[in-house]
């Protein structure tokens, strides 16, 4: 499985090809701490909404996070065996985003 350090994440951004993010954190999780203009489907959602978020996507990366990358992991997982080529799960999460991106983002 293909994974990113949060400061890998934090370089894409930034750049032409920016990639999409996807929190499979539940809502209550998002309001606690968040990033913005991530794409947020719970992660019991993501079979039901595969070919929503296919088509958000328009050739670009996808990048998964959860609270520690467990979640997001697995959903990496279903996502590729679904035929998504380019996706990667976030390292650590959003708390590893925290601790070494943004320490202004909540730690839950």
Same mark, same amino acid.
């Given at each position: 499985?293909?994974?990113?350090?949060?400061?890998?994440?934090?370089?894409?951004?930034?750049?032409?090809?920016?990639?999409?993010?996807?929190?499979?954190?539940?809502?209550?999780?998002? +309001? %606690?701490?968040? *990033?913005?203009?991530? #794409?947020? #489907?719970?992660?019991? &959602?993501?079979? &039901?909404? %595969? +070919? +929503? *978020?296919?088509?958000?996507?328009?050739?670009?990366?996808?990048? %998964?996070?959860?609270?520690? /990358? @467990?979640?997001?992991?697995?959903?990496? &997982?279903?996502?590729? &065996?679904? /035929?998504? +080529?380019? @996706?990667?799960?976030?390292? /650590? /999460? #959003?708390?590893?985003?925290?601790?070494?991106?943004?320490?202004? @983002?909540?730690?839950?």
């Amino acid at each position: 499985m293909d994974q990113l350090s949060p400061r890998e994440l934090e370089a894409r951004l930034s750049s032409d090809d920016a990639p999409c993010v996807l929190d499979v954190r539940e809502p209550w999780e998002l +309001e %606690v701490a968040r *990033l913005d203009q991530t #794409i947020d #489907i719970p992660m019991a &959602q993501i079979a &039901q909404k %595969v +070919e +929503e *978020l296919r088509d958000q996507l328009v050739g670009r990366a996808l990048i %998964v996070m959860c609270h520690s /990358g @467990v979640r997001s992991a697995m959903a990496v &997982q279903f996502l590729q &065996q679904n /035929g998504f +080529e380019r @996706v990667f799960n976030l390292q /650590g /999460g #959003i708390q590893a985003w925290s601790e070494q991106v943004d320490n202004t @983002v909540p730690i839950y």
